[in-house]
């Protein structure tokens, strides 16, 4: 396949149309003779530095070549002769360019040009280069040129394809790609490059069978086998798309972003393992690359191995210290350790060092939202929305951080304003849900959270935001199938889906299967995660007291009155189950105290409690 990554080898293509010269020639001989004789002697030395892979040799050589020729010299074997030092300033441009010195090359092929106008591969070079160097335009001004001298030149139209797509103009793209097939049916990279704009237009399909044609046209080509992955992890297809990069890398072994390229799509299958194990390949490729240490920390951090994590985040800190996703993604994982100082500080530092950086302000005004910090919250949600107007992530937190204040009507609006950027977005609606449920709205509830499973099956909050919506209705069953979905997407974590299941099994008299249900969960342990301990709390493996003096002790005083909310819930719905209604009357009492009115454990405490007072008076 070939690659738009490196510019076209201009000297190979000079060598196999003859024109570099195997002896010299002058206009009239004598010393002319002799000049182009040494200048052609110099580019012979460049051409045996470029087969070494010696791009300094071969500028050493070019450059020593424009020295000792004159600008009349000529070369060539054919009827066209040309100039020795369009062939030295082409050679060195060359070089230039294989360095990635694209200033340099420009200017080196800008005198080739000069020197030899008709020269179609001159542009096609410096096209490259300025396609490179982020200035499309100018590449394509080049690419025009080349292909008015040569029409049938499908390279060109491919390279001008590209240029086009770096502007942003898929339709030119797709035009110059269908060009391409037109003038050579089997040049594979028009189809890889026509299948990436399907890809990115949504049409997978399309993309697919582009994809399936560049790779019967080459099949050793090892980049449409992982573009052609990509195309099936965006459908879903991950063992299909697993193939598809294992064939890639059988193909080029040391390429590491194919490694990194299957890792994402183990983690997407949840196999956490087998994905750290092909970015521990990627790091032994290209151990000074700061980017392999961030991924392998964010999946150590997913395993909750958050020791590990941080130790790679500050190696990846060490290699680049001014990488800021190292920081905003150490300062996740401080997060989950409830080290919220340190996460703050990250967040912070990374802030400092780009302040237009959306997952920065998103990531902290998260933290802040998760400290119950809401004015905090919507400063940096506020902050964020100015950044990007369409990042959808500001709507939601902002909607939580009005909830947490109670301001309700402020929630909804901007969950509406989230909801006219993107109507597909299922969280949108399951939190619009939460709004509806704390308004007492509950067919509103579970209509909305109806919404957000047809936009995604998957979306685990939308089924917990349902079951609450009609336990509160009083339709425990419905409710506990939708948290049995919620323990089905969820198959290792849900401990807290699987600690309410528990609940409402016991509340029907079903106790072993509770038991079950919790035992488990619980077989994977997370110690950090809060809904962990409530679920090791319910099958009888930890105390009451213990649970409320771990609360207590965390310095996080706003966070306080939720937690015990759940902790006085849990425990007053296990007293029910073990037959004590008066505890747990108490108990659900509690945590109506705690004054958390917007917590999910304080609606169904209050609901309970009243299901408790109706049976005494029965």
Request: aromatic fraction near 8%; charged fraction near 35%; proline fraction near 4%.
């Amino acid at each position: 396949m070939r690659k738009h990554f490196v510019p076209v080898l201009a000297l190979t293509l000079w060598i196999s149309f003859g024109l570099l010269p195997q002896t010299g020639w002058g206009a009239d001989g004598g010393d002319k003779r002799d000049t182009a004789e040494e200048g052609d002697r110099w580019l012979q030395k460049a051409r045996a530095a470029e087969k070494r892979g010696d791009h300094d040799g071969v500028i050493a050589a070019a450059t020593q070549a424009l020295a000792v020729a004159k600008p009349t010299d000529l070369a060539g074997d054919g009827p066209r002769k040309v100039p020795i030092h369009a062939l030295a300033y082409g050679s060195r441009g060359y070089a230039h360019a294989r360095k990635r010195e694209w200033d340099h090359a420009i200017a080196d092929y800008t005198k080739a040009i000069e020197l030899d106008p008709k020269e179609r591969w001159y542009y096609v070079s410096r096209g490259d280069a300025y396609s490179m160097k982020g200035e499309p335009d100018q590449a394509i001004q080049d690419y025009d040129k080349a292909l008015e001298l040569d029409p049938a030149e499908v390279y060109v139209y491919v390279s001008r394809g590209v240029a086009y797509e770096h502007k942003g103009n898929l339709d030119r793209a797709l035009q110059d790609y269908n060009k391409a097939i037109q003038v050579d049916p089997k040049y594979d990279w028009a189809y890889s490059r026509r299948a990436g704009i399907h890809k990115t237009r949504g049409d997978l399909d399309r993309a697919l069978q582009d994809y399936n044609k560049a790779i019967e046209l080459d099949p050793k080509g090892a980049l449409n086998y992982a573009s052609r992955g990509a195309a099936y992890v965006r459908k879903g297809e991950l063992d299909r798309a697993i193939r598809d990069f294992s064939a890639a890398i059988k193909l080029r072994p040391k390429l590491a972003s194919l490694y990194v390229a299957r890792s994402k799509a183990y983690e997407r299958k949840g196999e956490l393992d087998k994905a750290i194990a092909d970015v521990n390949r990627s790091i032994g490729l290209n151990p000074k690359d700061a980017a392999g240490w961030i991924r392998r920390g964010r999946l150590y951090s997913r395993k909750g191995e958050h020791d590990r994590a941080i130790q790679d985040f500050d190696r990846a800190i060490k290699l680049r210290p001014k990488e800021v996703r190292a920081y905003v993604e150490r300062a996740e994982t401080y997060r989950q350790r409830e080290q919220f100082d340190r996460a703050i500080q990250d967040y912070n530092r990374a802030i400092r060092l780009d302040p237009k950086s959306p997952k920065a302000y998103s990531g902290r005004g998260y933290l802040y939202l998760t400290m119950q910090e809401h004015d905090l919250a919507i400063r940096d949600c506020t902050a964020l929305m100015k950044l990007d107007p369409d990042d959808l992530s500001a709507y939601i937190g902002l909607a939580w951080a009005h909830i947490g204040k109670g301001e309700l009507n402020r929630a909804m609006s901007a969950l509406e304003k989230g909801i006219q950027v993107e109507p597909r977005l299922c969280f949108l609606y399951s939190t619009r849900a939460r709004v509806h449920v704390l308004n007492g709205e509950l067919a509103r509830a579970v209509k909305d959270c109806d919404k957000a499973i047809a936009l995604d099956p998957k979306d685990s909050f939308a089924y917990f935001e349902r079951s609450s919506a009609r336990w509160l209705n009083g339709e425990a069953d419905k409710a506990l199938a939708d948290l049995r979905k919620l323990i089905e997407i969820d198959a290792k974590g849900g401990a807290r889906a699987r600690a309410y299941a528990a609940i409402l099994l016991g509340r029907m008299r079903r106790p072993k299967e509770a038991a079950r249900l919790v035992a488990e969960r619980l077989k994977q342990p997370l110690p950090g995660s809060s809904g962990y301990k409530l679920a090791r709390f319910w099958a009888g493996k930890g105390s009451e007291d213990d649970l409320r003096k771990e609360i207590v002790a965390t310095k996080y005083k706003k966070m306080h009155p939720g937690r015990l909310c759940d902790l006085y819930f849990f425990s007053g719905m296990r007293a029910l189950q073990n037959g004590d209604p008066e505890t747990a009357r108490k108990k659900l009492q509690a945590a109506l105290d705690t004054g958390a009115e917007r917590r999910a454990t304080y609606l169904l405490a209050a609901y309970e409690l009243k299901r408790i007072r109706n049976d005494k008076r029965r």
